[in-house]
């Protein structure tokens, strides 16, 4: 059973910053990728940052240049480091493994809220 549990979600303001990290039962490399979604309330879902088993990262682009993904496999363990925070990052934030490139996300966490307010 694959279990991934986010945390360090919060309140900031607007222009800091926040390191989510996502705690994984195992092995981070035996999925092609990790992610990391969030979805507002009214929004769409969307893709904030990837990286795959290879090292390579990718990042939407309302969060390329302030958000960077990271992970340390000895403790299992993907960041999303966010900075510059801004009022459109609150969201929910999601925690996802892909098994495959095929892959949409097999397993998910159950988020972590961020709220960007003054």
């Known amino acids: 059973q694959v279990q991934l549990v986010e945390s360090g979600g919060g309140l900031v303001q607007p222009g800091g910053s926040l390191r989510l990290a996502c705690a994984t039962s195992?092995?981070?490399?035996?999925?092609?990728?990790m992610a990391w979604h969030r979805q507002a309330p009214g929004q769409q879902h969307e893709l904030v940052a990837g990286?795959?088993?290879?090292?390579?990262?990718d990042y939407a682009d309302s969060v390329q240049s302030r958000f960077a993904i990271s992970r340390d496999s000895i403790n299992n363990t993907v960041y999303l480091q966010m900075n510059s925070l801004k009022p459109d990052d609150t969201a929910v934030y999601y925690c996802?493994?892909?098994?495959?490139?095929?892959?949409?996300?097999?397993?998910w966490g159950r988020g972590t809220q961020v709220t960007v307010s003054s």
């Open positions: 996802s493994a892909y098994r495959s490139f095929a892959s949409t996300g097999d397993y």
């Open positions: 195992g092995n981070i490399y035996r999925f092609w990728r």
């Open positions: 990286i795959i088993r290879g090292g390579s990262a």
